[in-house]
Every structure is written in C-alpha cells, then in structure tokens.
C-alpha cells in the first residue's frame, strides 16, 4: 500500500526582540568574547612598538611637562596650592583613560567592518572592549602618580577609598559617548575627522591644567554638566585632600552620564540592524 510522504514541518526563524536589556543579556552571555576582544585590543596596540607600554606613561609625562612650563611657570596659573606637575598628572590620569577608550569605542565597530559585516556576535562587545583595554594604560599611569606624589613629599588620605567610584564615571562617560559615535560612524564616516578636535576641545573645556576654583562657586555645579570635570575634581580630591567633597559637581556629572549612556544605548541598539548593510 502506497503511502503519501508527509512534508517536513515549516520552520519560521523570526528575529529576536531588540531591546537594550536583550542586549546586555547577549553581551553577559559572550563574556568570554569580550574579554577575548580586550586581549586583543591591548595586544595590538604597542605591537611592534618600541618602547612598548611604556607610552602609557611618556604620553602624560610629556603632557605635563609642556603644561608646567607655558601655564604652571610662564603663565602663573594657580593650582590651589599643589605643586602644579603634581595638579596636572592628577588631572591627566584619569583623561588619558578616557580619552583612549572615547577614541577607541567610535571607531570600534568600522576598525573592525569585516568582523562585522561576515558574522552575528553582540556588537556592543566591540565598542565595551576598547574601553576595558584602556584600563591597562591606566593602572601604569596611576603607579606613576603616586611615585611622582611621593617625589613631592605627597601622600593619600582616606578619601583614596572613593577612587573606583571615580574611575567608574570615566569609564561610564567613555562608553556613554563611545557608543552613540561609534553607531554614528557607520553611516557618517565624518564622526573618524570630528573625533580628534572633539577630544581636544574637550580637553581644555575640563580643569586639568587649571583649577575649577576660577568659576564662581554658584556655577561649579553646572560645570558638572562636563562629567569629566566630576571626574578630574574627584581624583585631585581622592588622591590629594583638595577641597571638600566635590557632591554637586559629582551629581551633576553622574546624572548626565546616567542620561547620555542611557539615550546612546536606545540608540545603538535602534541602528544595529543596519550595520552589516552600511558598513
């Protein structure tokens, strides 16, 4: 007896809910990619590089030498009673974090267009490690602040507890920003041109070489609406007992960074879809 063959059953593949908490679900679930990302991402950067890790350094150093001669000894500017290459490294280290993970995480996802275009892997993962792999330059930077700080007969106080809290907000800032140009690079590769005089002004819009006391006090909490003016304030206050507790300034900044990483993740996860397509 002839029996009819039974077609195998249809099989629908639809596309998962893109949202920000799937999102950061996929991420925890590819932990071990992004720590492989970051690996990669520190490997890569001093390779076949002469002095090696050692930029993480000389690139602050440098920094603050020029700073010390044209502002701290030609130009008089105060530094609240620090000695000012001790006020300026204060400043540059947790900048200089920043600044590479800023740098790092926008042109995350085009640096690796490839990658991106060939196979599905949480994209949040690419623009996260190149914030995480700046971690390192940080840690050798932070050693040679409290060699430099003990050179000048410096040492912390107890408010040195607080210093993650504030290493945390770089970061957080760093990706809040990171992300949404790093979506934004797909589409307007002008965001890779911007980038550097974006950091610049930046960088002098922050009270690194000079101190944030030459504002009115009424307008220091709105300086906050710069996080890394929050977060520049908090290390000096960390690591050197200057002042009191930067609390508004901090809230302000905090709130900004809660608000900007929030807005950048809506965002990225919105345009995701399209990343394959544009890049």
Known sequence: MLTVAQEPPLLRIHPGQSTVASRLREVWAHKELLHFLTRRDIQVRYKQTALGAAWAVLQPVLTMAVFSV???ALAKVPSDGIPYPVFVFCGLVPWQLFAYALGGSAN????????VSKVYFPRLTLPMSAVLAGLVDFAIALASLFVLMALYGLRPTWAILTLPLFTLLAVATAIAVGLGLSALSVRYRDVRHALPFLTQSWLFATPIAYPSSLLPERFRPLYGL??????VEGFRWALLGQGNPPGALILVSTSVVVLGLALSLLYFVRVER????II
Do not use: Q
């Open 226 to 231: 710069n996080p890394m003016a929050g977060v």
């Open 274 to 277: 399209s990343f394959a397509d």
């Open 70 to 72: 044209f502002l701290g």
């Open 108 to 115: 995350s996802l085009v640096a690796n267009e490839r990658l």
